[in-house]
């Protein structure tokens, strides 16, 4: 059974930084896809980030609106993912949700398994 867990949120002021953290169970990261999606009360789940691990290494993929500011990592012996946040603004507060799917980690409506979500908050 795939289980995810987030930690790592809290309150931080404009230009800070935070790292997330999604301690998983019952999967293996070289056949899953793992992602970082976040939402805002009265708006949809966006996504924010994703990488695909393999033998050879790993590929990322971000959304604009952070790409340059947050980092996706994935540290398989301690099956844990990452996302290292900089350069936060108060745009980026939100509720933000671990996820994993074996085939596609881009689109809410595609994605199986979620964690419980780590709130993040940034004060101008």
């Known amino acids: 059974q795939v289980q995810l867990v987030e930690s790592g949120g809290g309150s931080v002021q404009a230009g800070g930084s935070l790292r997330l953290s999604c301690a998983t169970s019952g999967l293996f990261f070289s056949s899953y896809c793992m992602a970082w999606f976040r939402q805002t009360p009265g708006k949809e789940r966006e996504w924010v980030s994703t990488?695909?691990?393999?033998?050879?290494?790993?590929?990322?993929t971000s959304a604009d609106s952070v790409n340059g500011r947050f980092t996706i990592s994935a540290d398989s012996a301690k099956n844990t993912l990452y996302l290292a946040m900089s350069s936060l603004t108060p745009e980026d507060t939100a509720m933000y949700y671990c996820a994993a799917d074996r085939w596609s980690c881009n689109s809410v409506s595609y994605v199986k398994y979620w964690g419980q979500g780590t709130q993040v908050t940034v004060s101008s």
């Open positions: 990488i695909e691990v393999s033998p050879i290494g790993s590929t990322a």
